[in-house]
């Protein structure tokens, strides 16, 4: 489809990295850079958001699975005009948005992007899927940067999406062992603590 990182070799190194630097912010360089060409990418995020959805469930099917709404659509071309795609593609973009916007506010992106991975365990959304979001939103938003698209540009996105899929991961298994608790017994949870001591 034209881009560099749409084969899955190159999305599955990107995801891998996602995992090996945990804690990775990016430079105050690459801040500049990302908030830079967001003030492009803001003028077609419905478009953005979109393709970034039907490239993923092209490359990824299985991830239609945890959309109820989507699983059963075939016609991917069809799922371009889906009004509730485009709704959630503008969620996405949204969060993209004020994770952008908090780069140089670690404590509130942290809080961001930890509650929205508490929020996608209720959702069924396991981590593994949150690296590919970020391996299509790059590929999505080349074309809208053209020849403002450099190496040194896809490696600072790439670096914000890892260090917030990282939190999003953190979040979801903060939420996933506070579940676990709530619903083991009275009498487990007591000998969980005397154990622990």
């Known amino acids: 489809m034209g881009c560099a990182i749409s084969g899955l070799a190159a999305k599955s190194e990107f995801a891998e990295r996602g995992r090996e630097d945990e804690a990775a912010h990016p430079s105050e360089k690459q801040i500049q850079m990302i908030k830079d060409s967001w003030k492009v990418i803001r003028d077609d995020i419905a478009k953005v958001g979109i393709i970034m959805f039907v490239r993923l469930f092209e490359t990824h099917p299985e991830c239609k699975d945890v959309f109820f709404l989507f699983r059963d659509v075939e016609d991917l ?15 996405v973009m949204s969060f993209i948005e004020k994770s952008v916007a908090r780069l140089d506010q ?62 999003m991961r953190q979040g979801y298994q903060e939420e996933s062992a506070r579940q676990r608790h709530l619903t083991m017994s009275p009498k487990d949870r007591l000998d969980k603590k005397t154990t622990a001591l």
């Open 106 to 167: 670690l404590e509130r992106l942290e809080a961001l992007a930890v509650e929205l991975g508490k929020s996608h365990y209720h959702y069924n959304a396991p981590p593994k899927y949150y690296s590919y979001v970020g391996a299509e939103f790059i590929c999505a938003v080349q074309p809208i940067l053209k020849e403002s698209w450099t190496a040194e540009l896809e490696e600072a996105w790439k670096t914000m999406f890892q260090y917030v899929t990282s939190l």
């Open 77 to 91: 071309e069809r799922l371009r005009t889906n009004r509730e795609l485009r709704a959630h593609g503008l969620r």
